[in-house]
């Protein structure tokens, strides 16, 4: 590198950093400057306009009354016209030097002024920087004037309480994850310890012990598989292909009308064509789970009623069925992972508390709404509305009669 480049180097690294609040002060002090040139120049053209029409009209008429005397009216001319060029020099000199000073003035100024404006975006600054995933709970609560500032700062608060809603249901999940792998898991171990330290163990006894050790790992495997799928739709979908709700929901009906019949339940379906798009493994496992929970969580002799159908270009599945009285107060929960309506381990039934918060992932990666609200006699009615099978589907706004997708599950 040559020495003129290193000095170049060096004399552009002791620049100011070119800030916003230095550029808004080179703003206003260049468009102050180039506003006082152009009212000088406009001032400097029309009294040079004012002086050249008096001293033409007094040079005609000087040389009119002077006619006899020496002097005539070209002399007289010529000597207004030097006295105006010296008042216009004068003029142009101190107008100058005033622009100058104004302009350095204005350019002060703007810097006070840069920092004043700008004091409320240095607020929002600090304020990200010290919070952390421990602070989330910290908001800015700017105050002053309905402005810009005021409207960014209430962006970032709104950005604040998602984000510390965010965090707390994923601790929440992982502390809840964490619960329910734990619990098979020392199953597992207590009946192994307990056929390993039996003196007289049989094969019987053993062959029991094993049992019991497998269907404990089979409750894990289906527990990862759930959170896998839960994770599948919480990270949207890469394509999309059309299919149609109304088949896929028969393939579903077809093989839970065996588990209806054992449970002594009416299954109804009521399947007109609903041509979406999206995922087909992922919208039967929304709808599987949506009909497994209707299953599970009803009534000796009770009812299960789906639907399909579509309408003003969208796609549409509701299950409905008979069951236990649901408090509206209580939807909301049913969607987050590893709720239950039942607060005691015996009484929660075969779910595992994830079916209705995979059913609102699967939705979300499809662009659908899920609204669900508590039957008048009991049990529950969730509706899942698809868009249409176009290529630039658009995904609607996120809706619940709840507030969130449900389910008992």
């Known amino acids: 590198m040559t020495p003129s480049r290193l000095v170049a180097m060096a004399w552009l690294g002791r620049l100011p950093r070119r800030t916003v609040r230095l550029r808004l002060t080179l703003w206003y002090g260049g468009l102050f400057l180039a506003f006082g040139t152009a009212l000088l120049a406009v001032t400097y053209a029309l009294v040079v306009q004012a002086f050249v029409g008096n ?5 005609f008429c000087q040389g009119q009354h002077f006619r006899c005397r020496a002097i005539g009216g070209q002399q007289a001319l010529a000597l207004a016209l030097r006295d105006n060029a010296t008042v216009l020099h004068e003029l142009v000199t101190r107008s100058e030097a005033a622009l100058t000073v104004m302009t350095v003035l204005a350019v002060a100024f703007g810097w006070i002024v840069a920092d004043r404006v700008l004091r409320p975006l240095r607020a929002i600054t600090v304020a990200a920087r010290q919070i952390s995933a421990a602070s989330l709970g910290e908001r800015l609560a700017l105050s002053g004037p309905d402005d810009e500032f005021r409207e960014l700062g209430d962006t970032f608060d709104g950005l604040l309480a998602r984000l510390e809603a965010s965090f707390n249901a994923h601790r929440q999940f992982i502390a809840n994850a964490s619960h329910e792998l734990r619990t098979p898991l020392a199953r597992q171990r207590v009946i ?9 163990a049989t094969v019987e006894s053993l062959s029991a012990a094993h049992q019991r050790v497998l269907a404990a790992g089979a409750e894990q495997e289906q527990l990862i598989d759930a959170l896998l799928t839960l994770a599948r739709g919480q990270a949207g979908l890469d394509q999309r292909e059309p299919f149609d709700l109304a088949v896929v929901t028969s393939q579903v009906i ?4 065996p588990e209806a019949s054992r449970r002594n339940l009416t299954l109804h379906a009521a399947l007109a064509p609903a041509p979406t798009s999206g995922n087909p493994s992922l919208a039967e496992r929304l709808i599987a789970n ?12 009770g009812r299960v009623h789906v639907t399909t159908g579509a309408r003003d ?12 009285a649901i408090p509206a107060s ?6 987050r992972p590893f709720q239950r309506l039942a607060t005691d381990r015996a009484s929660r039934g075969e779910g595992l508390g994830l079916g209705l918060s995979i059913v609102q992932a699967i939705a979300d990666a499809h662009g659908a709404t ?7 006699a009991g ?8 868009t249409g099978p176009g290529p630039h589907a658009v995904r609607p706004a996120r809706e619940s009669a709840s507030g969130n997708a449900l389910t008992p599950g």
Do not use: C, K, M, W
């Not at 077809?254 to 009308?257: C, F, K, S, W």
């Not at 049990?379 to 698809?386: D, I, M, R, S």
């Open 254 to 257: 077809a093989a839970r009308r």
């Open 330 to 335: 209580a939807v909301d929960r049913l969607f």
């Open 55 to 59: 001293t033409a009209g007094n040079a």
């Open 290 to 301: 949506l009909i497994d929970n209707a299953l599970r969580y009803n009534l000796p002799g």
């Open 313 to 324: 270009s969208l796609a549409s599945l509701a299950v409905a069925n008979t069951g236990p």
């Open 379 to 386: 049990g529950l009615l969730v509706e899942a509305t698809f």
């Open 192 to 200: 192994s310890q307990v056929a390993l330290s039996d003196p007289g």
């Open 370 to 376: 899920i609204t669900a609200r508590p039957q008048p």
